[in-house]
């Protein structure tokens, strides 16, 4: 086996690389430098994104036994 390294700082040539690497059929891992800035996220998904962090918060106050989460039943019944 062997492994290239190739750094790409443009994401039309980055997408390009990956196009002809999946069509060769090659297995490739993506890294990013550490510190690289990434996008900021646009207001769908810091929405989505505050939602999976408060539900995260909640799963772990229920492990922790200091809330009680309602269970699916009571959820669809609600509706």
Known sequence: MTTLTVNIDNKKSEKAVKAVLDALG????IESEPGHAQRPLNKAEQRVYKNMKQSLEQIKLHQEGKIELRDARE???EL
């Open 75 to 77: 959820l669809l019944n």
């Open 26 to 29: 090659l297995s490739y891992n």
